[in-house]
């Protein structure tokens, strides 16, 4: 069985899918729902609950007992939503250095993927969502109506994580920032459970030597064809 309207954006950190969806979800006038700020919201309640990351049922009970919201934007200082974490503005604080460390290790919990997966698959069975993560397609949301896997070289992806950071007036080393990349996807698509992967039937689009607005341009093009072909068929079936 296939969702209507929904659509699936998998891919490794950095890759462009944050923006990519945030702009298919703006055309399409659905809901934007970046299923990582999750995983990082829980690594920071951890830290700051001087939990030790390395227990993996505290850390899990942690996850189940932690309520996460994403909602409309409150303030305009560039964020697309506000992150809740247990009613505590976390949006930026989920940037930082120390949440990029130690998420991968948190989002490799069994418990912790049980947990947020539940919450995202309530979400995104309600349709009419950009759905963007490592595992939407493969397990979140096997049903989406349309599974996009953007890919870029981890060269290109520190570029644009540096660029990233320094715009925003933060310190950047392209070599550690690459190092780290380079070690984060080797964790995320090794991971026993739900390891970073396209789907069978997903869409692979490299955006290496592509800007914002060629990936979203081409995007939405095979967005619209692959959802009018499914609106086709079903109006003859
Ligand atoms: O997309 P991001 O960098 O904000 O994701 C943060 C981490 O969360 C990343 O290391 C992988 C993990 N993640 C995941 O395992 N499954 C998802 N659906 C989304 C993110």
């Keep these: 069985m296939t969702i209507p309207e929904t659509i699936a954006i998998d891919g ?8 990519l969806g945030k702009r298919l979800a703006d055309a399409f006038g659905y809901l934007f729902f970046d299923t990582g700020v999750m995983y990082r919201a829980i690594t920071l309640v951890a830290g700051q609950k001087e939990l030790d990351l390395r227990d993996e ?17 409150s303030r305009e200082d560039g964020r697309n939503c506000d992150i809740l974490a247990d009613g505590q503005d976390v949006t930026w604080q989920i940037r930082r250095p120390e949440v990029e460390a130690n998420v991968s290790l948190v989002s490799s919990y069994q418990g912790v993927r049980q947990a947020l997966t539940e919450q995202q698959r309530r ?21 989406a109506q349309v599974k996009i896997y953007l890919d ?18 933060e310190p950047a080393c392209y070599e550690e920032i690459l190092a780290a990349m ?15 992967r396209p789907a069978e039937d997903a869409i692979i689009l490299n955006s290496d030597g592509m800007d914002a607005d060629q990936v979203f341009e081409n995007t939405k093009i095979i967005v619209e064809t692959r959802l009018s072909a499914d609106h086709i068929t079903d109006e003859r079936s």
């Design 12 to 19: 490794p950190a950095a890759s462009g899918k944050s923006t």
């Design 57 to 73: 049922a505290g850390v899990s009970a942690l996850a189940e007992n932690t309520e996460i919201d994403v909602q409309n934007p």
């Design 123 to 143: 979400i995104g069975l309600r349709g009419r969502v950009v759905m963007v993560g490592r595992d939407i397609g493969t397990v979140v949301l096997p049903e």
């Design 152 to 169: 870029a070289s981890a060269e290109e992806r520190a570029r644009r994580r540096c660029l990233e950071l320094t715009l925003r007036g």
């Design 182 to 196: 380079r070690e984060r996807d080797r964790f995320d698509s090794t991971r026993q459970i739900a390891p970073l």
